[in-house]
């Protein structure tokens, strides 16, 4: 089991960034591959990123493909979202997740965070 915390969210402009970090304690943080969901109000979690457990590796959804940047440091037992370009479609609460394979489906992970807020204003 691996516990995660996120940190990070808040409120920004149209065209703003943000860093969301995801912090993990616990035991063999680089065992697991990590990624990122969100949920905003009235819809389903959706995949955003995910990144292998060297980081050499990660995918991303289209809707933030070319803006986010998912990585990684082990050593740290830390994995980051670097947010550029945001837009207010981009609203929700974001978690990240730990699990045993790069996957954009949430079923194939099994440790959650509590979730960050991240609010973007037109």
């Known amino acids: 089991q691996v516990q995660l915390v996120e940190s990070g969210g808040g409120l920004v402009q149209a065209g703003g960034s943000l860093r969301l970090s995801c912090a993990a304690s616990?035991?063999?943080?680089?065992?697991?591959?990590m990624g990122w969901f969100r949920q905003a109000p009235g819809k389903e979690r959706e995949f955003v990123a995910t990144?292998?457990?060297?980081?050499?590796?990660?995918y991303y959804a289209d809707s933030v493909k070319g803006r986010f940047t998912i990585s990684r440091d082990n050593a740290k037992n830390t994995v980051y979202l670097q947010m550029n370009s945001l837009k207010p479609e981009d609203t929700a609460v974001y978690y990240c997740?730990?699990?045993?394979?790069?996957?954009?489906?949430?079923?194939?992970?099994?440790?959650w965070g509590q979730g960050t807020q991240v609010t973007v204003s037109s």
């Open positions: 616990g035991r063999a943080f680089s065992s697991y591959a």
């Open positions: 997740a730990a699990g045993r394979g790069t996957s954009s489906s949430a079923a194939s992970y099994n440790n």
């Open positions: 990144i292998n457990r060297s980081g050499s590796i990660a």
